[in-house]
């Protein structure tokens, strides 16, 4: 090869890589903001015990405090008792945090994230 045959990305090499990055953007624009949520609701649930108005003290308070949690955040889409099971035991709380997302990406194909986890929150 010349030095003159390698003056830089061919034409159907720029519109290849073009195709990937903006298929990854567009990925990610889609997932982001679930992601974003998944980190909201974690930390309104780990603290819960440091709320301002004091600790709940039952399960139906621990929702209350979720679902007001999601409201602040902005979180309008999701139910806290549809994605959440609360039980006291003994000084904790055991949440269980599980729900899925779909959104669409091209034509009839979605993509999908599964949120699944559990925690221990301190009880008063």
Do not use: C, W
């Amino acid at each position: 090869m010349t030095a003159a045959s390698q003056k830089g990305i061919s034409m159907l090499g720029a519109l290849v890589l073009l195709l990937v990055l903006s298929f990854a953007a567009s990925t990610a624009f889609r997932l982001v903001p679930h992601y974003l949520d998944f980190h909201a609701l974690q930390r309104v649930i780990t603290r819960a015990p440091e709320a301002v108005q004091g600790a709940p003290a039952s399960p139906a308070e621990f929702y209350a405090h979720v679902t007001r949690g999601m409201q602040v955040n902005g979180i309008r889409d999701l139910d806290a008792r549809s994605i959440l099971a609360v039980r006291r035991q003994d000084n904790q709380f055991h949440v269980h945090l599980k729900y899925e997302r779909r959104a669409a990406l091209i034509g009839n194909l979605d993509v999908v994230v599964h949120f699944d986890r559990q925690y221990r929150v301190r009880a008063p």
